[in-house]
């Protein structure tokens, strides 16, 4: 997940020469020719990633792989459009309801996919966040029994954790502030 903001070229430097001398150079064992994108995800799973859009080359896989596997929201810099019609296709078994925050029905999209644990796309994403998602971001939950809640603008609304959200951006170097 490190190596997500960076090109093929200088994940590939970091991952086959940098990290590999430096564990060669400590003695930690290894694996020769690992392949870290096909350690973490099979070809079956690739596979239908590339029939729903996603391109088959070992960037995008491994974007696919951050994409499906963090542990946090992810935001896509997807200039092309590429990730932003994978994503509508990958999720619309699942639901997806796709807005922005120009979007005057922004919050009742937002209530109705976390309680009904369904994907939400945020497209058209600009330099900064709208601070509503804040107590989302932070994953700021309370617990009551066994269901999850989220204080959003002075509401509370529920969170089932089967929710997902996605921010795609067309900027090629968004410049978020912390």
Same mark, same amino acid.
């Given at each position: 997940?490190?190596?997500?903001?960076?090109?093929?070229?200088?994940?590939?430097?970091?991952?086959?020469?940098?990290?590999?001398?430096?564990?060669? =150079? +400590?003695?930690?064992?290894?694996? *020769?020719?690992?392949?870290?994108?096909?350690?973490?995800?099979?070809?079956?799973?690739?596979? =239908?990633?590339?029939?729903?859009?996603?391109?088959?080359?070992?960037?995008?896989?491994?974007?696919?792989?951050?994409?499906?596997?963090?542990?946090?929201?992810?935001?896509?810099?997807?200039?092309?459009?590429?990730?932003?019609?994978?994503?509508?296709?990958?999720?619309?078994?699942?639901?997806?309801?796709?807005?922005?925050?120009?979007?005057?029905? !922004? +919050?009742?999209?937002?209530?109705?996919?976390?309680?009904?644990?369904? @994907?939400?796309?945020?497209?058209?994403?600009?330099?900064?966040?709208? @601070?509503?998602?804040?107590?989302?971001?932070? $994953?700021?939950?309370?617990? *009551?029994?066994? $269901?999850? !809640?989220?204080?959003?603008?002075?509401?509370?609304?529920?969170?089932?954790?089967? !929710?997902?959200? !996605?921010?795609?951006?067309?900027?090629?170097?968004?410049?978020?502030?912390?």
């Amino acid at each position: 997940s490190y190596l997500g903001p960076f090109n093929k070229v200088f994940r590939d430097k970091l991952t086959k020469v940098s990290f590999l001398n430096d564990a060669t =150079e +400590r003695k930690l064992p290894g694996t *020769k020719g690992l392949d870290i994108a096909a350690m973490l995800v099979d070809s079956s799973t690739t596979g =239908e990633w590339n029939l729903q859009g996603l391109p088959t080359d070992d960037l995008s896989i491994q974007n696919g792989i951050l994409t499906t596997r963090a542990s946090r929201y992810p935001l896509m810099v997807d200039p092309q459009g590429q990730g932003l019609s994978w994503i509508r296709s990958k999720e619309s078994e699942n639901g997806v309801k796709e807005t922005s925050f120009q979007d005057k029905g !922004f +919050r009742v999209k937002l209530e109705q996919c976390m309680e009904g644990g369904l @994907p939400m796309l945020l497209a058209n994403v600009e330099n900064e966040l709208d @601070p509503v998602l804040d107590p989302v971001l932070d $994953k700021s939950f309370i617990k *009551k029994g066994k $269901k999850l !809640f989220v204080n959003v603008s002075d509401k509370v609304m529920d969170y089932d954790p089967n !929710f997902q959200l !996605f921010f795609i951006t067309r900027l090629p170097n968004p410049s978020f502030s912390p």
